[in-house]
């Protein structure tokens, strides 16, 4: 079965900082991979996904993540650090093969952003 | 707004009573998937219908089940409700192979 692992469930960066917030996946073959963004009181925003084009996936509001199958991990990254950027992050795998399209979340990373 | 319709957004109910909510996929995506979000558990998938028919399950109870109407509208049936049962539901919806598009959720209170 597919799990997805996310390092950190809190993190706090200074505004204008690096964003980076880390995933890793368990799969025995190349899964489709999510992130996905919780606002307070609020539903899931796709940011992006990566479905094997390119390993370097561009998403909303600046974040990208880049896929690494020798690592199996699916990292986060913005470069500088917005207040609007406070919210819950979740990663999120589906398998491509076996036609179970559901979303196997992660725990979630609660993003700080201190000014 | 998502395009996916969640009603309601709140429920506040009694142990033991029976719930349904209601989700509208966006326009085009045959499938809905129905998730819980907690505290301790988590986001867990519940259950998927594709066009009509169940197509997977996840953790879903027996006191649970759902179904997906010809208009492709959904339902999520909560029964003998526990107080564990209090969560935030979502439903997303989806067109096959790609990305999924939340609701924005109900959120049910058993007291």
């Known amino acids: 079965a597919q799990s997805v692992t996310q390092l950190g469930s809190h993190v706090s960066v200074s505004e204008g900082a690096l964003v980076l917030l880390r995933c890793n996946y368990s799969s025995s073959v190349p899964p489709y991979l999510f992130w996905y963004v919780q606002y307070p009181n609020q539903g899931l925003q796709l940011l992006l996904k990566?479905?094997?084009?390119?390993?370097l996936v561009k998403g909303i509001n600046g974040f990208e993540a880049e896929f690494k199958k020798s690592e199996t991990s699916f990292h986060l990254t913005k470069p500088s650090a917005h207040m609007s950027d406070a919210a819950e992050y979740f990663c999120a795998v589906s398998d491509r093969n076996t036609g179970r399209r559901a979303l196997t979340f992660g725990s979630g990373t609660r993003l700080q952003v201190q000014p | 707004d998502s395009g996916v319709t969640q009603t309601p957004k709140h429920l506040i109910t009694a142990t033991g009573q029976r719930v349904t909510l209601r989700c509208s996929p966006r326009s085009g995506d045959l499938s809905v998937y129905w998730y819980q979000q907690s505290l301790d558990q988590g986001l867990q998938f519940l259950i998927q219908?594709?066009?009509?028919?169940?197509?997977a399950k996840g953790n879903i109870l027996e006191r649970f089940s759902a179904q997906q109407f010809p208009d492709l509208h959904s339902e999520l049936n909560l029964s003998s409700l526990e107080l564990g049962d209090s969560a935030l539901y979502f439903c997303?919806?989806?067109?096959?192979?790609?990305?999924?598009?939340f609701g924005s959720g109900t959120r049910l209170t058993v007291v």
């Open positions: 219908y594709y066009n009509g028919e169940e197509r």
């Open positions: 997303a919806s989806s067109v096959e192979g790609s990305g999924y598009t």
């Open positions: 990566y479905t094997s084009a390119a390993t």
